[in-house]
């Protein structure tokens, strides 16, 4: 895969340029911004840094940010407590919703990093982050997440928006500087700190309440947290943000499925249909990246539908190690036209949908038994209908 296009409005992106992504720097009001051009994406992601503008330059609004999501590109946003309309009608498109209140911010009076301990208890410590390999990488992280911002919830409606690092049960989100008057909207494990979305063309999106959790500051910051007697020297933001980034980018979790094949069993060549009761088998081959290049994709829950209407063959495949996924089965006694399916969804990786529509057909006059066994009580009752039958005309004619 070549290296991803990524325009940035506008961030410190030391982290991505070490993986060898294409960065473009602009600023959020440039005159001259502009996402496609000549009916052209210019980009593969996008990253918005810039939580308190109104209005981007040249031809990018919120309507050009969500078509470029809906054609298939990543994009990751920070918002803070000042975030604009703009920023804020953005994340909801993508289905979270941000505390309406302006001047709202997340305030965890036992989950706060202990060198605010005379402060307002915005600086969160968080470590309720999301169980996924796939998502965080398979080394675990250890240290607290550093965080100061909004916090925003998913919505309901929409399942394909993933909690990533959540607040604790004792936060809430309110202004820090008033009195609570009232119970806040947003409390405890409700509130999202970062969320992700996968869009179901596999567009990737990531938001986080916090530009601060992407600073230099809390990159390389240490961290306690409050009531705890452990410290670390680095807070976990630096591979928080290093390993969702990798995520959002399609560099981990991004499968591909070639060579999709199916035949007759004992046979190589594929038909243009199939009869019924017919023996076949059906494979395909599925990768995932790795970041560097394709590794084969192990898993024991990767499944084949014969499927018209409704599944009339649904069996797991089985995989040798090397990427191959196969199944045999016989085709249904029933004919008409059928698809082979293969729908793959699962937490943190691209779905995969493949369908290939194949006819099948009943069996053809000359293809049937000589003699069927089932139709022996028929044949019997025939033939004794044609003795009694003539025993009964030559009783009728001969007897007197």
């Known amino acids: ?53 109104p209005r981007f330059g040249g031809s990018v609004d919120q309507n050009a940010v969500l078509e470029f999501i809906d054609a298939g590109h990543d994009m990751i946003l920070a918002a803070d407590h000042s975030a604009s309309d703009l920023i804020r ?11 309406e209140d302006p001047e709202a911010m997340v305030i965890d009076h036992i989950n706060y990093a202990s060198s605010e301990v005379e402060g307002d208890h915005t600086l969160i410590a968080g470590d309720d982050l999301i169980q996924s390999d796939v998502i965080l990488g398979s080394k675990k992280i250890e240290a607290p997440v550093l965080f100061r911002g909004i916090g925003h919830a998913a919505n309901p409606s929409n399942s394909l928006v993933l909690k990533v690092l959540s607040a604790s049960p004792s936060a809430y989100s309110a202004n820090p500087e008033a009195k ?7 409390t405890g494990s409700a509130i999202s700190l970062v969320s992700v979305m996968q869009a179901r063309n596999n567009a990737r999106v990531l938001i986080s309440g916090s530009l601060d959790l992407f600073s230099n500051r809390f990159l390389k910051s240490g961290v306690q947290k409050a009531g ?6 680095k807070a976990g933001n630096e591979q928080f943000v290093t390993e969702t980034s990798k995520w959002v980018f399609h560099e981990r979790g991004h499968l591909k499925a070639v060579n999709v094949k199916h035949h007759k069993v004992g046979e190589t060549n594929e038909p243009s249909m199939y009869r019924i009761n017919d023996d076949l088998e059906y494979s ?5 990246w790795s970041g560097t290049s394709w590794k084969p ?30 199944a045999s089965f016989k085709v249904p006694d029933v004919y008409g036209v059928f698809q082979f399916k293969v729908e793959y969804q699962r937490l943190g ?18 293809e049937y038994e000589r003699f069927i ?15 009694a039958f003539f025993i009964f005309s030559v009783a009728y004619l001969y007897h007197k």
């Open 89 to 99: 009608g953005i994340a909801t498109e993508c289905g979270v919703d941000f505390d």
């Open 373 to 387: 066994t089932s139709a022996f009580p028929y044949y019997a009752a025939s033939f004794s209908t044609m003795g």
């Open 228 to 233: 705890s007697k452990m410290s670390h020297d």
């Open 297 to 326: 994709y192990v898993a024991d829950d990767v499944q084949i539908q014969f499927f018209m209407m409704s599944p009339y063959v649904l069996k797991n495949m089985s995989t040798d190690k090397t990427a191959v996924y196969s």
């Open 349 to 366: 990786y691209t779905g995969l949908s493949l369908a290939k529509q194949i006819p099948v057909r009943p069996y053809r006059h000359d």
């Open 180 to 186: 609570l008057a009232s119970v806040p909207s947003l």
């Open 1 to 53: 895969m070549a290296a991803p296009r990524v325009l940035l409005l506008l961030a410190a992106a030391a982290l991505l340029a070490a993986r060898g992504l294409d960065l473009e720097f602009r600023l959020a009001d440039d005159p001259k911004l502009s996402l496609h051009r000549y009916g052209q994406y210019l980009y593969d992601g996008l990253v918005l840094f810039a939580p308190s503008t």
């Open 284 to 288: 395909v081959e599925i990768y995932e």
